[in-house]
């Protein structure tokens, strides 16, 4: 049976709340959105799953390896950090940084830095585009699907965004 008093004092609760989140207008992450690619061999593919540790490649994996070096046979898949800015016709890509993880999927072992990849994200929404480390053929497939994913927040990508995957 409910509590009528609990009940009350829940509902009072709830009308008086304070927002969640403070933002200053002029915050540069206002308006930005993240969404990722994971990157294995020469295919770009997008994978929402990875910015919650949910992708299908994740799951049923134990994150319990520090480094690749306790996972020798640990197969090797990049991810790419993808911030838009704006929205409708007006959207561009913003930023765009690589992070890595190894899968041993037989023994169903991972090993990842959350921190980097953490600061990755953080990266590509304040703008930074990091991709030069990437293989030319990788970094060509991941221009490709961005492209294919946005046409015209392609076209309103800033010139330098774009010249990094030429």
Known sequence: MANPKFNR????????????????????????????????GDVALMDEGLLHGRSDIEKGIRWKAQSRAEIPDAHHYRV?????????????????????????????????????????????LAGQVEVAALPDPLRRALGALLQERGAHSWANSAPELRAAFA
């Not at 009072?12 to 690619?37: K, M, N, Q, Y």
């Not at 037989?106 to 600061?119: E, I, S």
């Open 9 to 40: 004092e829940i509902k009072d609760r709830v009308e008086v709340s304070l927002p969640l989140a403070f933002r200053r207008v002029e915050d540069p992450l206002l308006g930005a959105s993240l969404f990722s690619a994971l990157l294995d």
């Open 80 to 124: 790419a950090w993808i911030a838009v800015r704006g929205g409708g016709t007006d959207a561009a890509y913003h930023g765009v940084t690589i992070s890595e993880f190894f899968i041993d999927r037989p023994q169903r072992l991972g090993a990842k830095d959350l921190p980097a990849q953490v600061n990755a994200m953080s990266r590509a």
